[in-house]
């Protein structure tokens, strides 16, 4: 079932993921429903809870980065309350392009969430040379 409405948020139908920090830009919101916007399940949308205006629209990276890995920090392991990365979703935030060959991943800032316990945070991954703005879909 693909939800296409916020209403599902007042039901608890969906998945709540908590940051344990807040997203850079956003120090108000800290929770966030993850909504699945496609029938493949590549493509997501994050949607504030407090204000359901601010919404991202994230995927996972394999479908498109292959070869993509994040390095998780201990710092954030342990906020996340993680002995290990065995347990991580990571999602890609996208900017939307007016086509889909003009969308952009963020590789550079990814989500990295504790499927067990749903606290995520965004990851800064400076000075790893990722583009904030790698092309989604290739030729």
Known sequence: ?????????????L???DFVAPMPGFPAQRRFV????????VLYSLTSIDAPELR???VPPAPFFADYAVDVDDESLVALGLPDAEDLL???VLTAGETPAETTANLMA???VAQSSRRAVQLVLGGSGLPV???????
């Open 1 to 13: 079932m693909i939800a296409q409405t916020l209403d599902v948020i007042e039901t608890g139908e």
């Open 15 to 17: 998945p709540v993921l």
């Open 34 to 41: 993850l909504v699945q916007m496609d029938e493949a399940g």
């Open 56 to 58: 991202f629209l994230v």
């Open 90 to 92: 990571v999602l890609l």
């Open 110 to 112: 990814p989500i990295v």
């Open 133 to 139: 703005r790698a092309p989604l879909l290739v030729g």
